[in-house]
């Protein structure tokens, strides 16, 4: 069955580490998104691509970084120098290929600054 | 800035309709979109109305859309406990890239 997966869904991490979570579809979507998500702010846009070798910072990028080696896999980087990453962070993807194709998104990752 | 506004919160009772309200930013968006997201998981695609059309009616779902006002809302008639959800309505940006922009999401809340 074709979808887009994240892992895992819950991630601890100590202050100052990097962490990176995962994000793969087998739809073979062009585009690939992520997202935050935060009580009352609903879903932010961290970053995107819309081929491999090639993605656009989003609103609020600072403290992230993400790489697409792959059409499959869109990769998060959590790093230290983002102040507050404790957030749902939602993976999304579509086929790019006109502005009506709707978006598909993973479970999402919870992550947790301990 | 791009912004897509909702209200945060909105509560009815089992059969009634609920209305949800969305105002977007971007004059030139050709597509706008209405997800639901189920508590702790992803969104799910709803429905989504062209920007030539003022309503869109799919089963219990009925979008209406004031492109002079920039406003998009969701209605859900004889509202069941089952759509207690976050609804989002969301825009595509199509300068250059198609930028995919969500709003801040209303949380429904179905009172038996």
């Known amino acids: 069955d074709g979808g887009i997966t994240q892992s895992p869904k819950y991630l601890f991490r100590k202050e100052g580490q990097n962490v990176t979570l995962s994000c793969e579809q087998n739809?073979?979507?062009?585009?690939m998104y992520w997202y935050r998500q935060d009580p009352g702010q609903g879903l932010r846009l961290i970053y995107y691509?819309?081929?491999?070798?090639?993605?656009q910072k989003g609103d609020i990028a600072e403290g992230y970084s993400v790489s697409r080696e792959k059409k499959e896999s869109f990769p998060l980087t959590v790093t230290s120098a983002q102040k507050n990453p404790t957030a749902f962070y939602l993976c999304?993807?579509?086929?790019?290929?006109?502005?009506?194709?709707?978006?598909?998104f993973g479970q999402g990752t919870r992550l947790t600054v301990v | 800035g791009e912004d897509v506004e909702q209200s945060l919160f909105l509560s009815v009772r089992e059969g009634d309709s609920s209305v949800i309200n969305c105002t977007y930013t971007?004059?030139?968006?050709?597509?706008l979109y209405w997800y639901k997201q189920e508590p702790g998981a992803g969104l799910q695609l709803l429905t989504y109305?062209?920007?030539?059309?003022d309503m869109k009616q799919d089963q219990r779902l009925t979008v209406l859309l004031n492109k002079k006002d920039k406003h998009l809302s969701l209605r859900i008639a004889d509202t069941q406990t089952g759509d207690s959800a976050i609804y989002f309505c969301?825009?595509?940006?199509?300068?250059?890239?198609?930028?995919?922009?969500f709003g801040t999401g209303t949380r429904l809340k179905v009172l038996a």
């Open positions: 739809l073979n979507h062009d585009a």
């Open positions: 971007d004059s030139s968006s050709t597509y």
């Open positions: 691509s819309q081929i491999v070798n090639d993605f």
């Open positions: 109305i062209f920007s030539n059309m």
């Open positions: 969301a825009e595509i940006f199509t300068s250059g890239t198609y930028k995919y922009i």
């Open positions: 999304a993807s579509r086929k790019d290929e006109a502005p009506y194709t709707e978006a598909f």
